[in-house]
Nanobody, 116 residues
Framework: QVQLVESGGGLVQPGGSLRLSCAASVSIFSIYAMGWYRQAPGKQRELVAR????????YADSVVKGRFTISRDNAKNTVYLQMNSLKPEDTAVYYC?????????WGQGTQVTVSS
């Protein structure tokens, strides 16, 4: 069983930055991919960014538009999401997901609110 704990969310003004972290309870080296998703009130959960165990990344371009960067530190069992130029429409609960290709594990989420 993999446990994921997100942190780093909070209230930020438009144009600001936040760095989310997702710490895994076990080594993530063997896990195929880690990802960040988000869910705004009344909307479906959507992909933000993903990263494989080898470091390959892909982004939901319609969401990110070059503003976010996903990275991982396998030595620390942690995945990060650097978010810059935040907009009010980025307000959501951000979830971390880990998958070994067969089973998906989700964190509890961290709230990001972008408001002046």
């Amino acid at each position: 069983q993999v446990q994921l704990v997100e942190s780093g969310g909070g209230l930020v003004q438009p144009g600001g930055s936040l760095r989310l972290s997702c710490a895994a309870s076990v080594s993530i080296f063997s896990i195929y991919a880690m990802g960040w998703y988000r869910q705004a009130p009344g909307k479906q959960r959507e992909l933000v960014a993903r990263i494989t165990s080898g470091g390959s990344t892909n982004y939901a371009d319609s969401v990110v538009k070059g503003r976010f960067t996903i990275s991982r530190d396998n030595a620390k069992n942690t995945v990060y999401l650097q978010m810059n130029s935040l907009k009010p429409e980025d307000t959501a609960v951000y979830y971390c997901k880990a998958t070994d290709g067969a089973v998906n594990y989700w964190g509890q989420g961290t709230q990001v609110t972008v408001s002046s």
